[in-house]
């Protein structure tokens, strides 16, 4: 299947299992992001494939964190990486399988670098604190959104860190296309609730239809 236009959707669940893939899927979640850490190159594709198996003949997309390798093995159409990752990935070879690319930064010089290799989309974070992961960076903040769209133009900007339901409107007012969530899902008391009044808040704005760049 040919990456979408106007991937990825503005409601960007990161998650680390297969579990969360499936879970997520069957509420109807258009795009997420698998991002499970430390695995061999043999778990890798195992876990990519397993997500692709998942997600088959549905409307929901897989972006690949990191393992890019096993992204083309298994057929995926999207990937993440992050800056530490672009120092030993082959983004031609990437690019060359069809496969959409979203870089992560969080500072002007990343930004700089990332933009280098004419990413499909960019991510700045994280935007507000985080707990879930140690952070070389401080919070962001929405002045910071502003100021990346402006410089990055029509390349869709994503951004992640701290985020919750209750902060979404003044972050696309920010300029954000999408906004990626980890905790507001994953360590909320009722995660299939929770997912569902994002996807309503996304109905209601009108946002449910993919980003056009």
Do not use: C
């Not at 997420?32 to 890798?44: F, G, H, P, Y």
């Not at 990332?114 to 507000?128: K, N, T, V």
């Amino acid at each position: 299947m040919p990456p979408m236009p106007g991937h990825p959707d503005r409601f960007y669940p990161i998650v680390d299992s297969l579990e969360w893939i499936e879970r997520l899927t069957k509420l109807d979640v258009r795009t997420i992001q698998l991002r499970a850490k430390n695995l061999s190159k043999e778990a890798a594709l195992e876990i990519v494939r397993g997500a692709l198996n998942i997600t088959e003949n549905t409307q929901t997309e897989i972006v690949v964190n990191d393992y890019w390798q096993a992204a083309i093995a298994a057929g995926a159409d999207h990937v993440h990486l992050g800056q530490e990752d672009l120092e030993t990935a082959d983004v031609s070879t990437i690019k060359k399988a069809g496969i959409t690319l979203g870089l992560s930064t969080h500072d002007h010089e990343e930004l700089e670098t990332a933009l280098r290799y004419q990413p499909d989309y960019i991510a700045l974070g994280p935007i507000f604190e985080t707990t879930l992961k140690k952070m070389r960076f401080a919070p962001q903040g929405l002045e910071r959104i502003g100021e990346w769209k402006k410089r990055i133009g029509t390349i869709p900007l994503i951004v992640v860190g701290g985020i919750k339901l209750e902060h979404a409107p003044a972050i696309f007012a920010a300029g954000a296309n999408s906004i990626a969530v980890v905790s507001d899902v994953t360590q909320n008391a009722n995660p299939d609730a929770r997912v569902r009044d994002w996807l309503a808040l996304m109905k209601k704005s009108g946002d449910q239809q993919r980003i056009v760049p």
